[in-house]
């Protein structure tokens, strides 16, 4: 049997001293009093789950943008991207998919291509399903460059609960297509900036997988009124 069909999936070493913690909570809750115990049992089993970081199958073909984050679509509007990134006043079309508490948090590059930057910003915590969260909370956001000149920008996004956004690359790196890039801890989002006249290929209230979902297609132009 494939380790993607067990229920035991492999976890991400940021998630190991978390699970340690609370075992040793689980621990002394038990002398405290047995209820208490099991209740600690299914918390550690919960932070377990929340940094299992399973393998994906990743779409090869050229041209296909991968979803980012395991979750929901909660958003799909035209946004200007983050200014930090120096990527104009122009308006995209963002996708933004919220990832609950019971989400993967381990965060995918969804196209190939090169970091140009990396821009992390200060924020608020607001629920990551809100719109304004884009712009009040804490991020940290991506700008990479295609093979073909184009550019996309992802953008990690706490939440509520999250306190700490993760990366793990730096300017000037190559991303694979499905490639880890990061994690957020304990519920957030992630924002994709499409680049201009590209339609995505998600609707809102969809489930995705990272690293597996196609989110987009960069051949297949935006259809607009008219055409």
């Not at 200014?83 to 990832?99: D, W």
């Not at 196209?111 to 821009?119: D, H, P, Q, R, Y």
């Amino acid at each position: 049997m494939r380790m993607r069909d067990t229920f035991i999936k492999p976890m991400h070493p940021e998630g190991r001293k978390f699970v340690a913690i609370f075992a040793a909570i689980t621990l002394v809750l038990f002398l405290i009093w047995e209820p208490l115990g099991w209740i600690g049992v299914g918390l550690t089993v919960w932070c377990y789950y929340f940094f299992r970081d399973p393998d994906r199958v990743t779409p090869t073909r050229p041209g296909l943008v991968i979803s980012p984050a395991d979750g929901m679509v909660s958003l799909i509007e035209p946004a200007v991207p983050p200014a930090e990134l120096g990527m104009g006043p122009q308006p995209l079309t963002r996708v933004s998919v919220f990832m609950s508490v019971f989400n993967c948090h381990v965060n995918r590059s969804p196209v190939a291509g090169e970091v140009l930057n990396i821009a992390y910003r200060p924020g608020k915590f607001l629920n990551a399903s809100l719109d304004k969260a884009s712009e009040d909370n804490e991020r940290n956001a991506l700008r990479i460059r295609l093979e073909d000149g184009r550019e996309i920008a992802v953008v990690q996004i706490a939440g509520l609960v999250a306190r700490r956004i993760m990366w793990w690359k730096k300017d000037g790196d190559w991303l694979a297509r499905g490639e880890r890039f990061g994690l957020i801890r304990f519920g957030s989002r992630l924002d994709v900036y499409l680049p201009e006249g590209v339609a995505p290929l998600v609707e809102i209230g969809q489930t995705m997988v990272a690293g597996e979902t196609v989110l987009a297609d960069l051949g297949v132009a935006e259809v607009t009124d008219g055409s």
